[in-house]
């Protein structure tokens, strides 16, 4: 996935722990909506989830994009694993062989726990 220059990776919304805050901002008011309710099953699942709308070309997973300094490693049955088979969160796919040649894909991806802080990598 590094060397495919076709991703968009794009934060949409945010849970924060404090007070349960639901925001998105696909433009759309039914992705809006989309993001806004797994937003909430996020809340039932982690103190800080954050919700990123990834769209690539190529295969189903986005195997090798590294989101917060986690490499997704494998997606499959709504769960989102690391490299190290780890999971780091949940995902709704939105487009699935999508495009002119069927290759456009496009998923909601979920991180929960909590984002590491700027600078520093995850811990082994």
């Known amino acids: 996935m590094p060397d495919n220059d076709q991703v ?19 433009g759309d008011p039914a992705q809006d909506a989309l993001v806004d309710r797994f937003l909430s099953g996020a809340a039932r699942q982690a103190s800080d989830a954050r919700a990123y709308a990834i769209e690539w070309t190529g295969g189903r997973v986005p195997r090798g994009l590294e989101l917060e300094g986690k490499e997704i ?9 690391d490299a190290d088979g780890q999971q780091i969160g949940f995902y709704e796919r939105l487009r ?26 995850p811990t082994p």
């Open 73 to 81: 490693g494998w997606m499959q049955h709504g769960v989102v694993k």
């Open 8 to 26: 968009s990776i794009l934060e949409v919304g945010r849970l924060q722990a404090e007070e349960i805050r639901i925001t998105s901002r696909l």
């Open 96 to 121: 699935d062989n999508a495009g002119a040649d069927g290759r456009l894909q496009s998923v909601l991806v979920i991180l929960t726990g909590p984002r590491p802080e700027p600078g520093t990598s």
